[in-house]
Nanobody, 128 residues
Framework: QLQFVESGGGLVQPGGSRRLSCTAPGFTLDSYVIGWFRQVPGKEREGVSCISNNDETTYYTDSVKGRFTISRDNAKNTVYLQMNSLKPEDTAIYYC?????????????????????WGQGTQVTVSS
């Protein structure tokens, strides 16, 4: 089964930057729409940013527009989330998820929260 491994989280000061990485060992991701999601205690999981398989279509939730950038590196079979100008409210556990491109779009990937098993995620804490 497709299982993502997220990395790159940690403690960062407000206004700082962080780059998250997402891989799925044993799978080629070019047939999938990939999304970054986040969750904080007491709140539902939120779609942050999603990207189509062709790198041409992306979606960002309003709270991160202009600050976050999602990208793919097909050679490394990795999806990244570059997070700039981080705010304390960005603090969360960040997860990856995917759907086959034939059944979803970048926007739908983020808006319709996937079900099923999630990986461990990576903790991002924005604090001074």
């Amino acid at each position: 089964q497709l299982q993502f491994v997220e990395s790159g989280g940690g403690l960062v000061q407000p206004g700082g930057s962080r780059r998250l990485s997402c891989t799925a060992p044993g799978f080629t991701l070019d047939s999938y729409v990939i999304g970054w999601f986040r969750q904080v205690p007491g709140k539902e999981r939120e779609g942050v940013s999603c990207i189509s398989n062709n790198d041409e279509t992306t979606y960002y939730t309003d709270s991160v527009k202009g600050r976050f950038t999602i990208s793919r590196d097909n050679a490394k079979n990795t999806v990244y989330l570059q997070m700039n100008s981080l705010k304390p409210e960005d603090t969360a556990i960040y997860y990856c998820a995917a759907r086959l491109v034939a059944i979803t779009s970048a926007k739908a990937m983020c808006v319709i929260i996937p079900v099923g098993s999630w990986g461990q995620g990576t903790q991002v804490t924005v604090s001074s």
